[in-house]
């Protein structure tokens, strides 16, 4: 069955970088929007970025300028790079894959999901 592994995650004092990786397995990678959400304790999952089959990017405004989304088709693997990190990102990070994306920033609508990687930005 289609599995999305993330993995890069872990604890970096505020202003730092970390970078998360997702990749996946028996998805047709290529045809797919690909989008990281994150969870903080006791809040709901929201949406971070998300990146389509022809390498068009959003991201929520929070993290504009601050966090790129990437792919390699190549690798099966969608990247994301978070610089200036602030203690408000903690969270798990989750990877996502949707094959139509007619909502990029709606959970529901992604149709694989990864099990997640615990991001800790300490102040």
């Known amino acids: 069955q289609v599995q999305l592994v993330e993995s890069g995650g872990g604890l970096v004092q505020a202003g730092g970088s970390l970078r998360l990786s997702c990749i996946t397995f028996?998805?047709?990678?290529?045809?797919?929007?690909m989008g990281w959400f994150r969870q903080a304790p006791g809040k709901e999952r929201e949406f971070v970025a998300a990146i389509r089959w022809d390498d068009i990017t959003y991201y929520t405004p929070s993290v504009r300028g601050r966090f790129t989304i990437s792919r390699d088709n190549a690798k099966n693997t969608v990247y994301l790079q978070m610089n200036s990190l602030k203690p408000e990102d903690t969270g798990v990070y989750f990877c996502?894959?949707?094959?139509?994306?007619?909502?990029?920033?709606?959970?529901?609508?992604?149709?694989?999901w990864g099990q997640g990687t615990q991001v800790t930005v300490s102040s």
């Open positions: 996502a894959a949707d094959l139509s994306l007619k909502s990029y920033a709606a959970a529901y609508e992604y149709d694989y």
């Open positions: 028996r998805l047709s990678f290529s045809r797919y929007a």
